[in-house]
């Protein structure tokens, strides 16, 4: 359980779950951060040492997961609904799914193994980030090829080249520097938001124009491929709202056309848009029809 004497950088992403909060709290918000939910009681010896354990690396990946603390003792109603046998136990809640888990008090390096499978660690804004911001996209890609020259062993550079190129709207070239990074930078915040943003782009390939894709709609509209291409075209276009609205109305009247695109499609969008708020209110939409 988390107080008041629990470090502040801590509290930013650990919270007590209860079966009233637990749909909001871990379901809903796992469709935009995975929540690693531990189960645990106050007389469980390795619970002791597991929990502190998880609230640090929870602090040092700096919000790339959050945790979420169940007390067996006065949550069993939610416990049994997860099957807990033994504590400590802990699973790791993805897109509104039960993704991994593991039973038992985990030494620290199998629990960065666990989480190195499916998060990985925020950096914290600094300053030189935002010098780099200032620069065109153009004098970025050239600064990044010239630093990848010097220090070829350096992939991290290659990651920052491929958001470069993707800036610069070179998306093929952007691609291809993606699919070259190395698995442990596969799987980095930053390359997942590209490969979202990339296939969203994909999306648009020999795609009609706006226009045309807004009268196929207003004709026919349970023609979900043009109302799917019209909600990507207007999301490009920086028209985010009417976007997310045409995949939700093809969620709420054809949540399996295409393999169940339309939440795809809303799981990319949030990816890519840094509209809290927006991302926020059309995520709790979302899942209010899926659960």
């Not at 918000?29 to 690693?36: H, I, N, R």
């Given at each position: 359980?988390?107080?008041?004497?629990?470090?502040?950088?801590?509290?930013?992403?650990?919270?007590?779950?209860?079966?009233?909060?637990?749909?909001?709290?871990?379901?809903?918000?796992?469709?935009?951060?995975?929540?690693?939910v531990?189960?645990w009681?106050?007389?469980?010896?390795?619970?002791?040492?597991?929990?502190?354990?998880?609230?640090?690396?929870?602090?040092?990946?700096?919000?790339?997961?959050?945790?979420?603390?169940?007390?067996?003792?006065?949550?069993?109603?939610?416990?049994?609904?997860?099957?807990?046998?033994?504590?400590?136990?802990?699973?790791?809640?993805?897109?509104?799914?039960?993704l991994?888990?593991?039973?038992?008090?985990?030494?620290?390096?199998?629990?960065?193994?666990?989480?190195?499978?499916?998060?990985?660690?925020?950096?914290?804004?600094?300053?030189?980030?935002?010098?780099?911001?200032?620069?065109?996209?153009?004098?970025?890609?050239?600064?990044l090829?010239?630093?990848i020259?010097?220090?070829?062993?350096?992939?991290?550079?290659?990651?920052?080249?491929?958001?470069?190129?993707?800036?610069?709207?070179?998306?093929?070239?952007?691609?291809?520097?993606?699919?070259?990074?190395?698995?442990?930078?596969?799987t980095?915040?930053?390359?997942?938001?590209?490969?979202s943003?990339?296939?969203?782009?994909?999306?648009?390939?020999?795609?009609?124009?706006?226009?045309?894709?807004?009268?196929?709609?207003?004709?026919?509209?349970?023609?979900?491929?043009?109302?799917?291409?019209l909600?990507?075209?207007?999301?490009q276009?920086?028209?985010?709202?009417?976007?997310?609205?045409?995949?939700?109305?093809?969620?709420?009247?054809a949540?399996?056309?295409?393999?169940?695109?339309?939440?795809?499609?809303l799981?990319?969008?949030?990816?890519?848009?840094?509209?809290?708020?927006?991302?926020?209110?059309?995520?709790?939409?979302?899942?209010?029809?899926?659960?």
């Amino acid at each position: 359980m988390t107080d008041a004497t629990t470090p502040p950088d801590v509290l930013a992403h650990v919270f007590d779950v209860d079966q009233q909060t637990f749909e909001a709290d871990v379901l809903q918000a796992s469709l935009t951060t995975p929540v690693l939910v531990d189960f645990w009681a106050s007389w469980c010896e390795p619970c002791k040492t597991l929990g502190p354990m998880l609230e640090k690396l929870a602090a040092e990946y700096n919000g790339a997961f959050r945790l979420g603390k169940v007390d067996v003792d006065s949550q069993q109603e939610l416990a049994g609904m997860f099957g807990i046998k033994s504590i400590p136990t802990v699973v790791l809640v993805k897109d509104g799914q039960v993704l991994d888990g593991f039973a038992g008090a985990l030494p620290e390096g199998q629990l960065r193994e666990f989480l190195s499978r499916h998060v990985q660690p925020l950096e914290a804004p600094e300053a030189a980030a935002t010098e780099v911001a200032a620069e065109t996209p153009e004098q970025a890609i050239n600064r990044l090829q010239q630093a990848i020259a010097t220090a070829p062993d350096k992939p991290e550079l290659k990651l920052e080249l491929a958001l470069a190129l993707m800036q610069g709207g070179r998306t093929e070239a952007a691609e291809v520097e993606l699919t070259a990074l190395p698995a442990n930078l596969a799987t980095d915040a930053r390359a997942q938001r590209l490969r979202s943003a990339l296939d969203l782009a994909h999306a648009l390939k020999d795609a009609p124009e706006l226009a045309e894709l807004q009268q196929r709609v207003q004709a026919d509209a349970s023609d979900w491929a043009a109302r799917d291409q019209l909600g990507v075209r207007l999301l490009q276009q920086g028209d985010a709202e009417a976007g997310l609205e045409q995949f939700l109305t093809i969620l709420q009247k054809a949540r399996e056309w295409n393999d169940g695109q339309a939440k795809k499609r809303l799981l990319a969008a949030f990816a890519t848009l840094d509209d809290a708020e927006l991302v926020g209110r059309y995520r709790r939409r979302m899942a209010s029809m899926l659960f």
